[in-house]
């Protein structure tokens, strides 16, 4: 299919289609313009005003060389297939055009509902619009009958079936016959359609990309995606296009429902995406991004070290060798498009759910942009762990789930003896490199992750001051090993040379003190994470980080309180 052309509707006899498929957005969805003998169909007209001016400017054109009446008939009634509508006001007069939806996108039209629509999601409003036709409003009882419209459009509708499971209802169109398929899940009124050997599907292949919206419903989803599976996989269907991007052939077309339908299973009792979580997920990305930036900044850092001391000391080959396991240059490039994106100037700052849906894009690009068994195999593998959670955690969240977290007792002074360890080279005698050559039989392999692993506090000393006695407390283990570790990552790139860890109750509840100093004293502060990270990240641990620097005295610290376990 071939956009912005006429080309034969497939299978159509003499009708003609004329298809808009902009840049893929979640602002405006394809528009499908078919010309008959008779009559004049739009399928949706999407988001942007430019492309409905571009499809009015069309259909005044057909209209010159011979006046017929419009069929606007929407796949469903979010704002990003039919919002274009209300800046072409001649295309909804009712002596021109005739309007059709499912009845419950009808509703929600008629009523200006823009929860409904999701208009509230981009902070959209439009006045209430007129529904001429609201289809398969009586569900499979009603009846065939026969339309004239106010705008002489003669339509006939049949009485509604069942197909693959799905209520299917025919609409002939002045001899067109054009099959409305009801497949809820996406929006209550979603429909796909089928007009000759081309089928239209709507949103189904975006529905696990947004969960949760008002009007989501996971059983109903199911239930659409396999039917249209079904239907696609029967005979006769050539062309299938989504709502949202290019043509595709019925067998991608199938084998991206079922893809679609294996991840929209597990999302049972997800949160409602509403403005309010929009503006949390929108928080979390701004947080989240740049937390990710400084660790790939890590570990690219690490990998330019390994290469220039290893081509200090003749050992040819291993720039080749670490090249492609981080693509920095898409790493920075990503990140500072989604920072340029979400602090655009106040008049054009993006709304919260764009700003989610932009970090959507960035992560499933940065998860292309690294080698994970390679790094694995050479790096602090903490340092991989702690990107790839946050991208994970993300996209929990932008899925409708909370991040996972286990909370359970632990002896705090065992958590922070072994976080400290993780960190420091333990003693190595030189029967042990000899062994490790042996076994590698390779000389450069190991002296590679030698110098690739150098621990966090190798040039740092290090006091765990350890109290009489130590309390448990309650806390994800793991997340706390994360948190103590970007603390620690902190003072040592303020250059802190001595760290001292100790513990004392305050209020009833165990504390953590974490301070270092620099000599000579300066302006550096550690806490070059945003604070939003740090909070974000005590939290899911089970804990609160506050700051006790005082720069100017060379003394940078952290202050964790933790959760006392009580009966």
Known sequence: MIAKQWQALPGGGEARLYPWIPRFSGLCSNAFLIET?????????????E?????????????????????VLLTHAHFD?????????ELLDSRLTVVAVQAAGARALTAADLAQTQAALLELSFPPLHVDLPLLAAGEDEGPRSLNCMNGLRLEQSAPWREAGLVVQRLRVEGLALDLIHTPGHSPDHCCLRLGDLVLLGDLLLAANVPGVIGWDQKALLRSLAGMTKIIDGEGI?????????????????ASLIKVAHAVRPLRDIAALNPERARRLA???????????????????????????????GVDGTEARLQGLIRADLVDQLLEGFSTFSQAGAEASPTPILVAHKAVGVIERLQTAFD???????LDPSLLRRAERLLTDYQLLVRGFEPLR??????????????????????????????????????????LGRIARRPLLDAVQVDLVKPPSAPSVVMDRERFQDLLTTLLEHLVGAG???????????????VVFLEGSSHPAGPNNPDSAPRPYLQWLSDLAGARVTLTSDPAAGRQGYQIHCRLLTS
């Not at 003998?37 to 005003?49: E, S």
């Not at 492309?51 to 069929?71: C, G, K, T, Y």
């Open 37 to 49: 003998a008779r009559a004049l169909i739009l399928i949706d007209i999407g988001g942007q005003a």
């Open 51 to 71: 492309q409905a001016a571009l499809v009015a400017d069309q259909i005044r054109e057909l209209r010159r060389e011979r006046p017929r009446p419009l069929l």
């Open 81 to 89: 297939h039919f919002i274009g509508l209300c800046a072409q006001p």
């Open 238 to 254: 050539r062309v299938v296009c989504p709502g949202h991007g290019p043509a595709l052939p019925p067998n991608v077309a199938s």
């Open 283 to 313: 928080d979390v990305a701004a947080m989240a991004l740049p937390e990710v930036g400084r660790l790939f900044r890590i570990m690219a850092g690490r990998l330019y070290m390994v290469s220039h001391l290893m081509a200090e000391l």
């Open 372 to 378: 994970r068994e390679g790094l694995g195999l050479l």
């Open 406 to 447: 286990e909370w359970q007792a632990e002896d705090l002074q065992d958590v922070l003896a072994a976080g400290l360890a993780a960190h420091q080279h333990p003693p190595e005698t030189l029967a042990d490199c000899v062994r490790a050559v042996t076994e590698d039989t390779d000389f450069d392999t190991w002296l």
């Open 496 to 510: 802190c040379k001595d760290i001292r860890l100790h513990m004392q109750t305050h209020d009833s509840s165990p």
